[in-house]
């Protein structure tokens, strides 16, 4: 019997690229489909010297992923994904940021966009499953019939943080065929099928906002819509004094040190945002240290809810260690109350919070 | 797994027997056709034949027609140069919301350089009304530009109409005939226009070679800069195996338009009439229009044309959502969303385009394929919305 199809999201880099060489080589039936999310035509101010390659949905990496489809002989197809991409990442990542939160859009866009329609697209065009780059595992747990994330093997990868907002039926059809490798073996699994792309740099900067410049990109989108400019406001410390102006909140983030505009003699950092008065509070870094926090949005991978106190590892942003905390559920069922044992720096609005035991992850919410 | 082309619109295959007329200029006659040895003359021989025969489809003096490098080229050149030679302060220009990109962008352009530009609107019929273009009208009008056959929906517009209405302001007419010239009859006369481009891989002659039709006595400016080639209309060295290939093209499509007419209008009939019976639902767009004989229109209510294309293409079908762009991503058609269909219905639209190798059999087995998919995608819908 012929398998069935599978389609292979294709950026254009190495490591989707080379999820479709694999398969192709194995004998899997493929398509593989590009994404068009953002048109980086649309704000050009931020599209860095030489160019934007390397980020999703330059031209450049369409015309990349075409021709490792072409190379590889696997039908390919763009679709374009930009209304919703707009609507459900971006417009919200701008609000995040006047509203003083720090967002993740790439884990809004994995539960949103690209295991949501980008699923549906491929059930579509008659592919059941999905297979992407992502350095994570996929496996069913057989005793509870759960469908578990665990941490790719490459653990300086690992992309499970990203990946904790995916219900069961998203993890039942997707596979992640890069998540037992080191990049490394990747990279030489690259040459061995002569994928075209094996050399090419790799990118680490949110897709639609090529420079890296957040406060740029939140400017220029809100003067794009022409309905709401940022708002001024000033630096504070925790006594109420006022330090320094700033050129709107959204040029901040909690714990950053850089770019204050401020002197106090001694390091200081944002411990704290108030985008309703346009305040973002100064202080130490010992009054960065909290222990507990509460999340919202929930998603439970390995359990299906929360009933009773866990002991867990918790991971607070994407470049974290995961340390020891207890997570507890609250009276409101939409919430969980996490209490690390140690105090923690900068717990951020806006991040997530996903809990780990072992390399499996447990679930995560929102830290509030 | 047997393919089956359904996208003529796009571009067509090269007729073996074009390809024959071609060998010869590309093994044999090596010379450059503005040479004045006995090579070049050779050249200069086949590059003469090739306008007489393109001549006589579209019913005009040879000499009154410049060879370009394709139908964009000479739609190009046709807008820029008769407007850049246009006399007078303020110019204007009107041409329409359907036009292919190759004029609304080369307008666009112009706008950019100062030059005033109305884009009438069309009405669900898919068809100029000349009244709109009579309102559009100014006395500093110096160029009128009207597709004769639109790509998308093949419908065909009131050219005669039109142009008579510019020159009665004093403006030149240009027409973009490149999806009508091989499918429709062409007399620029009886038409009345000074201006008219078409491209060869559209009529079954290879990609890289059109033709612009300029009125004897209209003056244009070139575009490019290097050499006296084509009356120094358009400097490059001539394309002879492609300006070949275009002739004997030409010829072809002019020996069997009318047979050629009403067995793909037949075909197309067949396909729509067993489309419409056969998926519920849907509907034939600018259906009541004159229409290019080869050209339908088909909106799926409730689906996306994009996964719809995308499936028929896995299977073996190729067909058209709007307009194809040159990084390949689908975006909803400037020609649908002109005769008033909101964007997502315009989304849910498919073009088929039958050719001169089209077959009964082929038409059937896309008719057999279709409703399940289209089914097949309907019963997903739900989903996507509770997601």
């Known amino acids: 019997m012929p398998k069935d199809l599978i389609a292979v999201a294709m950026s254009g880099g190495v490591d989707s690229s080379v999820v479709a060489a694999m398969l192709h080589a194995e004998g899997q039936p493929i398509v593989g489909m590009t994404m068009q999310l953002w048109n980086q035509q649309r704000i050009p101010e931020l599209i860095p010297e030489g160019g934007a390659s390397g980020r999703c949905c330059s031209l450049d990496d369409v015309y990349d992923a075409r021709h490792v489809a072409q190379t590889v002989g696997i039908p390919f197809y763009v679709v374009n994904f930009e209304d919703r991409f707009e609507k459900e990442v971006v417009a919200p990542f701008v609000e995040d940021y006047i509203s003083g939160r720090t967002p993740i859009p790439c884990t809004i866009c994995n539960n949103l966009i690209k295991f949501d329609q980008f699923l549906d697209m491929a059930k579509q065009v008659g592919a059941e499953t999905i297979a992407t780059g992502h350095y994570a595992r996929i496996e069913r747990d057989e005793t509870t019939g759960r469908w578990l994330l665990r941490k790719g093997v490459d653990e300086s990868r690992d992309q499970s943080y990203f990946l904790f907002g995916l219900t069961q039926d998203q993890l039942s059809r997707s596979s992640f065929p890069l998540g037992g490798m080191q990049k490394d073996e990747v990279r030489a699994l690259a040459h061995k099928l002569n994928v075209p792309v094996a050399d090419k740099g790799e990118s680490r ?110 991971k607070i942003r994407y470049q974290f260690r995961a340390r020891a905390a207890t997570i507890r559920p609250t009276a409101d069922p939409g919430r969980v109350a996490v209490e690390f044992d140690a105090p923690q720096l900068a717990i951020t609005p806006g991040q997530a919070a996903v809990f780990y035991h072992g390399d499996s992850v447990i679930g995560g919410g929102w830290i509030v | 797994m047997k393919r089956h082309y359904f996208d003529h619109n796009a571009t067509t295959p090269i007729d073996p027997r074009v390809l024959d007329a071609m060998m010869p200029a590309l093994r044999e006659v090596s010379g450059n056709a503005s040479s004045i040895h006995s090579y070049g003359q050779d050249a200069r021989r086949l590059v003469e034949v090739a306008r007489l025969q393109v001549a006589e489809l579209v019913h005009c003096d040879s000499k009154e027609l410049v060879f370009t490098g394709s139908g964009t080229e000479a739609d190009n050149l046709a807008i820029l140069g008769a407007v850049r030679a246009a006399k007078g302060e303020q110019k204007h220009v009107v041409t329409t919301a359907i036009e292919h990109p190759a004029v609304l962008q080369t307008c666009q352009q112009l706008e950019y350089e100062g030059v005033a530009v109305d884009y009438v609107d069309v009405g669900p019929s898919g068809i100029v009304a000349l009244d709109d273009v009579r309102t559009a009208l100014r006395p500093e009008t110096v160029l009128v530009s009207v597709m004769h056959a639109n790509n998308e929906l093949g419908t065909i517009q009131p050219i005669a109409e039109i142009a008579e209405a510019a020159h009665e302001v004093g403006a030149l007419f240009h027409t973009d005939a490149v999806q009508s010239a091989g499918k429709l009859p062409i007399d620029v006369a009886a038409l009345g226009v000074d201006l008219l481009a078409l491209s060869g891989h559209k009529l079954y002659a290879p990609k890289g070679v059109g033709a612009l039709y300029v009125r004897n006595g209209v ?46 209008g037949a075909l197309r009939d067949r396909l729509e009439q067993g489309i419409l019976q056969s998926v519920a639902d849907c509907w034939v767009n600018a259906s009541d229009s004159p229409r290019t004989p080869n050209t339908t229109n088909i909106g799926f209510n409730g689906i996306e044309g994009e996964p719809l294309l995308i499936a028929l293409d896995l299977k073996g079908f190729a067909v058209a959502s709007g307009a194809a762009c040159s990084s390949g991503v689908v975006e909803p058609s400037h020609v649908l969303l002109a005769i008033g269909l909101d964007k997502s219905t315009a989304r849910s639209c498919l073009r088929f385009s039958i050719g001169k190798g089209t077959t009964e059999v082929e038409v059937e087995s896309l008719l057999d394929m279709l409703p399940q998919v289209v089914e097949r995608l309907r019963a997903l819908a739900p989903a996507q919305t509770d997601a």
């Open chain 2, 219 to 264: 003056d244009i400016e070139k575009i490019q800069f290097g050499g006296g080639h084509e009356r120094g209309r358009r400097p490059g060295t001539e394309n002879v195996s492609g300006i070949v290939g275009l002739g004997a093209a030409a010829q072809l499509a002019a020996e069997n338009l009318a047979t050629e007419a009403d067995r793909q």
């Open chain 1, 205 to 314: 900067e949110i897709c639609f906002v090529p420079n890296g410049d957040y406060a740029q990109f939140v400017e220029k989108y809100l003067d794009e819509k022409g309905d709401r400019t940022v708002s001024q406001g000033v630096v504070v410390d925790a006594e109420g004094n006022e330090l320094a102006e700033h050129g709107g909140v959204h040029h901040f983030t909690v714990g950053q040190r850089k770019g204050l505009g401020v002197a106090l003699g001694k390091p200081a950092y944002v411990t704290e945002i108030r985008p309703a008065t346009g305040e973002v509070v100064v202080g130490s870094k010992e009054a960065l240290h909290r222990t507990s926090f509460e999340i919202e949005r929930l998603n439970w991978i390995s359990i299906p809810r929360l009933d009773e106190p866990l002991r867990v590892k918790a």
